[in-house]
């Protein structure tokens, strides 16, 4: 007999426990656990279980990496649930931005701003810039060609 089913029915499984009785001074107070927010750890399996990227693509996406030749179920979730928290990251972080500046959309200039300080973000630095005007690119392409010419020539005066 379990320890559970001796608790019910008494050590000589008679029906002597504390089932059914008037006394519920020893029976122990179950609380309901308060629900985590959706940025906290995964609480529940059924959460853990439903995502938001579909695991089927990442698993397409995973397999065409050319050095990949299987991929395992458990390494799919794992590489999708973590792309979901770094979205929910950089979503919350742009959100922010919006709400400094006062407004109710997220624009480019809060994901590129997002993406320009948070540090998991560095390797979308280039693929993400932070807007420019037409003037401020130029500038930097001047900048950039007269680099690559003092590279050149190190000894050439600079204008």
């Known amino acids: 007999m379990s320890a559970n089913e001796q608790h019910i029915y008494g ?41 938001v990227l579909p695991v089927g693509r990442v698993k397409r996406i ?4 050319q050095t990949v030749k299987a991929v395992a ?4 979730f794992l590489i999708a649930k973590a792309t979901e928290m770094f979205l929910e ?7 922010a931005q919006l709400s400094k500046a006062g407004r109710v959309s997220v624009t480019y200039s809060d ?23 037409p003037k401020e690119l130029l500038l930097l392409q001047q900048d950039g060609a007269s680099a690559k010419r003092r590279k050149k020539n190190p000894l050439a005066p600079t204008t």
């Open 11 to 51: 050590a000589d499984g008679e029906g002597s426990g504390s089932e059914g009785s008037e006394d519920t001074e020893d029976a122990p107070e179950f609380e309901a656990t308060p629900r985590r927010t959706p940025t906290a750890a995964v609480s529940t399996l059924k959460e853990a279980t439903t995502g």
């Open 73 to 76: 179920g458990d390494a799919t």
């Open 111 to 133: 994901v590129a701003s997002s993406v320009a300080e948070w540090k998991p973000c560095n390797f979308l630095r280039d693929i993400v810039p932070k807007r420019m005007s």
């Open 62 to 65: 995973m397999k065409q990496e």
């Open 89 to 95: 990251g950089l979503a919350s972080r742009s959100a």
